[in-house]
Structures are given as structure tokens and as C-alpha cells.
């Protein structure tokens, strides 16, 4: 089977490559890095010639003072119609978990997720949904994680991680199989801070590490935790970190 993967040099794209070979797959490995413009739509379809499925890890980039929303809502407009063309079979968009919930509705990239799940809903192209929740590899995260030479700041989210490698593997399966919509999740509840504590202090780094109440008050309170019926993959908070430092 031949798959392209947009994003492909993102923190999931890679692992998604990784998984995707070893799964003995003809891999094309698309990104802005390899002229693909996903606002513009350019070279998509010459991009997914010959390729059985697309799956879409990618985060669309616009200019400076480009509505995030917009440029996601094109970026998927564009795939959809450029996979389409192309005689795709299967696309798989890799989502978050929680999204819908009317605390995100001001929360920009938030939104942007959603209306990149409604474009491909509403495809004629067979479209599997995987939404993930807050990767293990969040805690170093700079939308969530500030580092200083003093110390390092770290909104106080409640989160059910699950490694990156765990959710490449779930859209590698995903690709494989008939189209299908789901939810994954790490096997445990953990406070954001103190999953970056346990790492830096795993790498030896000794700074104290403090909260901070984050932006949505339902960050703080599991509105990212896993849902209902969410399949639970993969290492506990410990055991990521101990194979991350090895």
C-alpha cells in the first residue's frame, strides 16, 4: 500500500513514517519542507498520485496575521479535493479528543480542529476521524510549558497522555482498515505539571517546576481526559519517561 503522510517531519508525521515502513508501506513523505503549501492547496494532487491513502498530521501554516480557523478550514478543503482527484481511497485525519466541548469555542486552534472535521465529514471521500488526547510529549510543550533559567512554568491541565509512537501506530492501523471514526488515551490521569517535573527531573534537571492556572478554567478540571468508550494505548506517565531517557 502506498501512503502519503502530510505533516511527515511533525512530532506525529515522523512517528507515522516510522510506523508506516516498518509496516512494510511505500511511504511519501510530504511537508512544507517538501514545497507542500497547504493553504495554498499547490501540488497536492501531483503530491498524492498513486497513493492508496493520505493520513493527515499536519498543522496548516499561514502568514503572520492569518485567521488560524481560515487556514485550517482551506487547508482541509483543499486535501479533500486534491485526494479526491488523485483516486485516494481512504483518508485519515488525526484530531483531539474533547474538541466539541463549548469551553473551545473561543480557543482558535481548537475551532480549527473542528472545522477540519466537519470538511472532512461532509467528503465524499472515505474518511476515518482518530482524535487523540494530550500527547506524553506535552510536557515540554511552549504552549503549556514556559522555561527559564530560574525556573519553569507550567499550566495546571489535567490530562490522560498517551505516547506520540502509540497514536502514529493507531493511524497506521487505521489506514490499513476501513474507514473509522475514535478516540485514544494513555492508561492514567496526570496534572500537566507534574508530568514535566517527572521528566526533568529524569534528565537531571533539577529547576523547580510551578503551576499556573491555565487559560480555560476546564482545562484544570479533565475536560481533555479520555471519553467514553476511548481505546486506552500504551505506557504509563513512568514508563514514557523512563524510555525517553534511556
Not at 91 to 113: H, M, P, Q, R, T
Amino acid at each position: 500500500m502506498k501512503i502519503a503522510v502530510l505533516g511527515a517531519t511533525g512530532t506525529a508525521g515522523r512517528e507515522v513514517v516510522r510506523h508506516a515502513r516498518a509496516n512494510g508501506h511505500d511511504v511519501a513523505e510530504l511537508s512544507r519542507s517538501a514545497g507542500i503549501d497547504l493553504a495554498a492547496g499547490t501540488g497536492l494532487v501531483e503530491a498524492f498520485a498513486g497513493s492508496d491513502v493520505v493520513i493527515d498530521a499536519s498543522a496548516p501554516q499561514g502568514g503572520s496575521n492569518s485567521d488560524v480557523v481560515a487556514v485550517h478550514k482551506a487547508a482541509a478543503q483543499h486535501i479533500s479535493k486534491a485526494a479526491q482527484e488523485a483516486g485516494v481511497g481512504h483518508l485519515v485525519y488525526l484530531s483531539i479528543c474533547n474538541i466539541g466541548d463549548a469551553c473551545f469555542d473561543e480557543f482558535d486552534y481548537y475551532v480549527a480542529k473542528r472545522e477540519q472535521e466537519d470538511v472532512y465529514s461532509a467528503s465524499p471521500l472515505a474518511t476515518s476521524i482518530v482524535r487523540s488526547a494530550q500527547w506524553m510529549e506535552f510536557a515540554t510543550n511552549p504552549a503549556a510549558v514556559q522555561f527559564s533559567d530560574r525556573d519553569v512554568v507550567v499550566s495546571d491541565w489535567l490530562i490522560q497522555p498517551i505516547a506520540v509512537s502509540e497514536v502514529a501506530g493507531s493511524l497506521v492501523r487505521t489506514a490499513e482498515g476501513d474507514p473509522t471514526n475514535y478516540d485514544v488515551a494513555g492508561p492514567e490521569q496526570i496534572r500537566l505539571p507534574e508530568l514535566t517535573e517527572r521528566l526533568l527531573r529524569a534528565r537531571g534537571d533539577e529547576r523547580p517546576v510551578r503551576s499556573e492556572e491555565p487559560p480555560i478554567a476546564q482545562l484544570a478540571t479533565g475536560v481533555l481526559l479520555a471519553p467514553k468508550g476511548a481505546e486506552i494505548l500504551g505506557p504509563t506517565p513512568s514508563q514514557w519517561v523512563d524510555t525517553v531517557v534511556e
